[in-house]
């Protein structure tokens, strides 16, 4: 059964920076398409980051700049290095395996 461990995560000042990783336990033949969703309270869960098995990343608007999705080396694990954080990243931070596996979410808390 594939799992997926997070790891990372916090409580950060505004400014700040964290790193958030995530890796594929259990056997997987190919690379995967990965990413970061978050969800904060009360609001929709939104897709952060995201990287192809080819190396193209995206980024909703609100990080781009800020935010840095990576591949470690050629495996199914991925890094969420956040830069600069603001309030309103404060969220549970999920990493995802599409289409339907989720890490069990790591929170991300920026202070004012």
């Known amino acids: 059964q594939v799992q997926l461990v997070e790891s990372g995560g916090g409580l950060v000042q505004v400014g700040g920076s964290l790193r958030l990783s995530c890796a594929v336990s259990?056997?997987?033949?190919?690379?995967?398409?990965m990413g970061w969703y978050r969800q904060a309270p009360g609001k929709q869960r939104e897709l952060v980051a995201s990287?192809?098995?080819?190396?193209?990343?995206n980024y909703v608007d609100s990080v781009k700049g800020r935010f840095t999705i990576s591949r470690d080396g050629f495996k199914n694990a991925v890094n969420l290095v956040m830069n600069n954080l603001k309030p309103e990243d404060t969220a549970a931070y999920y990493c995802?395996?599409?289409?339907?596996?989720w890490g069990q979410g790591t929170q991300v808390t920026v202070s004012s």
């Open positions: 990287i192809s098995s080819d190396g193209n990343t």
């Open positions: 259990g056997r997987i033949d190919r690379l995967y398409t």
């Open positions: 995802v395996l599409p289409p339907s596996t």
